[in-house]
Nanobody, 124 residues
Framework: QVELVESGGGLVQAGGSLRLSCAASGPPSSRYTMGWFRQAPGKEREFVVAISWSGGRIYQGDSVKGRFTISRDNAKNMVYLQMNSLKPEDTAVYYC?????????????????WGQGTQVTVSS
């Protein structure tokens, strides 16, 4: 198993930016697909973006295309989510997730390990 710890959430005004970080501990993470999901109050957890172990493939949800960027540093076992042009509808708890089998996709079931989440609140 891989332990994931998110950080970097907070309160920001609409149009602002935040950078989330996810620290992975356990076996080397370089072979894992890493993803970010989010869950707003009263809504299902939804896919945001994922990155392959090499960083060569990235898949984004439609709602964040052009605004959010995922990156990873395998040497540091870190994954980042740069969020720009934030909107009030981006308000949610953001979760980091790892797919140990390396699959790249939007389904929650593909991801084996989850962090505890970090709150992002965007005010209008």
């Amino acid at each position: 198993q891989v332990e994931l710890v998110e950080s970097g959430g907070g309160l920001v005004q609409a149009g602002g930016s935040l950078r989330l970080s996810c620290a992975a501990s356990g076996p080397p993470s370089s072979r894992y697909t890493m993803g970010w999901f989010r869950q707003a109050p009263g809504k299902e957890r939804e896919f945001v973006v994922a990155i392959s172990w090499s960083g060569g493939r990235i898949y984004q949800g439609d709602s964040v295309k052009g605004r959010f960027t995922i990156s990873r540093d395998n040497a540091k076992n870190m994954v980042y989510l740069q969020m720009n042009s934030l909107k009030p509808e981006d308000t949610a708890v953001y979760y980091c997730a790892a797919s140990l089998g390396g699959g790249l996709g939007v389904q929650r079931g593909m991801y084996d390990c989850w962090g505890q989440g970090t709150q992002v609140t965007v005010s209008s």
